[in-house]
Structure formats: C-alpha cells, structure tokens
C-alpha cells in the first residue's frame, strides 16, 4: 500500500517557476514508478511526466517537454516536479501517481495509486 500527498501548488505569473512535492509513504515507495498528471476544469486528465522506481528514466508529454522536470529522492520518500516558465495553460490541479513497475506508463488510468491534487493556477 502507498499513499501519497501532493504539495507545493499555488498561483503564479505566466513565466514563473513552482516546485510541486509527492511525499510517498510505506515500505515499498522507492519501488514504485511516479506520474504526474493534472486535470482542469472541464477537460481530462492529462499525463505529464513519470519517473522510473530508480530515478535513472524519465518520460515527459510534449506540452511539457523541456519546461518540466521530475526527479526523486528515495531517501526521502519524495518525488519532485520543477516547472519553469509557466503558462496559463498550465493551470489545473496536479496529481501524483504510483504503480510498482519498471516500465514508464504514460497512460493515466494504469495507476494504482493516486494523491490528493494540488492546485496550480497561472495568471497571465
């Protein structure tokens, strides 16, 4: 069993920076592979990022590509989300996500287990 809690959301100008945190708990965190998806109002969900259980392998969707980046720190339980230069449509509340595999899903419904959400919003 993993639960997970997602921090670090709040608002922003377009062109702004914003770390989001996933703490994990339990003994099997560190094994498991962590999405990030987000979700605004009146569209899907929308995957964004995973991470590998090791840290060693990322996949990113294209509308984040080089403005996102995830890490992780298995020491601490927690997985990172750095975003740079923002956008409104970025705006949406952020979700992470855990499965144990090795491979990087970036089909949102395949997660096992999900976090609470944190609002992001960037205004222009």
């Known amino acids: 069993q993993v639960q997970l809690v997602a921090t670090g959301g709040g608002l922003v100008q377009a062109g702004d920076s914003l770390r989001l945190s996933c703490a994990g708990s339990g003994r099997t965190f560190s094994s498991h592979a962590i999405a990030w998806s987000r979700q605004a109002p009146g569209k899907y969900r929308e995957f964004i990022g995973v991470i590998s259980w090791s840290g060693g392998s990322t996949n990113y969707a294209d509308s984040v590509k080089g403005r996102f980046t995830i890490s992780r720190d298995n020491a601490k339980n927690t997985v990172y989300l750095q975003m740079n230069s923002l956008k409104p449509e970025d705006t949406a509340v952020y979700y992470c996500?855990?499965?144990?595999?090795?491979?990087?899903?970036?089909?949102?419904?395949?997660?096992?287990?999900w976090g609470q959400g944190t609002q992001v919003t960037v205004s222009s």
């Open positions: 996500n855990a499965r144990n595999t090795i491979v990087l899903i970036t089909t949102t419904r395949e997660y096992d287990y």
